[in-house]
Nanobody, 119 residues
Framework: VQLQASGGGLVQAGESLKLSCEASGDGFNFLVMGWYRQAPGKQRELVASITRTTFLSSGGKQYQDSVKGRFTISRVNSGNTVYLQMDNLIPDDTAVYYC?????????WGEGTLVTVSS
């Protein structure tokens, strides 16, 4: 399984970025996909996740409180590509963003993409 993320960059406060992550792996249908981030000197934290609807779960989206109303996670037709639309970025959003996917109880991670927000 490989997770390929893209879309990071340098922006000014108030601007937007959209991150994309495509997960590849024959036969994999990831139950959960999402984004974590890690700022310098801090622990990795969940930004947003999206869970596919199954016969056991109604699915749904989860956001860290600090990004609610500014970030939107999406996944097309429960496929293996996940997006994170980030609007009204602030300097505290500066971090390396990691794509995450879970299938069969196993967690997979991408290499990370750097987002830098200048004030």
């Amino acid at each position: 399984v490989q997770l390929q993320a893209s879309g990071g960059g340098l922006v000014q406060a108030g601007e937007s970025l959209k991150l994309s992550c495509e997960a590849s792996g024959d036969g994999f249908n990831f139950l959960v996909m999402g984004w974590y981030r890690q700022a310098p000197g801090k622990q990795r934290e969940l930004v947003a996740s999206i869970t596919r609807t199954t016969f056991l779960s109604s699915g749904g989206k989860q956001y860290q409180d600090s990004v609610k109303g500014r970030f939107t996670i999406s996944r097309v037709n429960s496929g293996n590509t996940v997006y994170l639309q980030m609007d009204n970025l602030i300097p505290d959003d500066t971090a390396v963003y990691y794509c995450h996917a879970r299938a069969g109880g196993v967690d997979y991670w991408g290499e990370g993409t750097l987002v830098t927000v200048s004030s």
